[in-house]
């Protein structure tokens, strides 16, 4: 089992900028892809970025260029710097490990953009 728990959430105005960070813990060997998902209300759940052990990354389209994803294999955490921020970055953002073809999910963060 991995347990994931997120920390860095929070209120913000459009503009600024918010960093989520992400701890795993458990039997966290073999884990290849650790990302963030997002589900803001009444919609579903998405990816906002992924990164793999080799520090290959992915982004949605509606982030490239604001966010950037990291992550440090050797203390087993993840973290989303989001710059820019914009009212539809509204949702509860949830770290993901993915390993040996199983999902795992922390709780989630709420992440609220006001004007």
């Known amino acids: 089992q991995v347990q994931l728990v997120e920390s860095g959430g929070g209120l913000v105005q459009a503009g600024e900028s918010l960093r989520l960070s992400c701890l795993a813990s458990?039997?966290?060997?073999?884990?290849?892809?650790m990302a963030w998902y997002r589900q803001a209300p009444g919609k579903q759940r998405e990816l906002v970025a992924a990164i793999a052990t080799a520090g290959t990354t992915t982004y949605a389209n509606s982030v490239k260029g604001r966010f950037t994803i990291s992550r440090d294999n050797a203390r087993n955490t993840v973290a989303l710097l989001m710059n820019s921020l914009k009212l539809e970055d509204t949702a509860v953002y949830y770290c993901?490990?993915?390993?040996?073809?199983?999902?795992?999910w922390g709780q989630g963060t709420r992440v609220t953009v006001s004007s």
């Open positions: 458990g039997s966290v060997a073999d884990i290849s892809v």
């Open positions: 993901n490990a993915f390993k040996l073809g199983l999902h795992y």
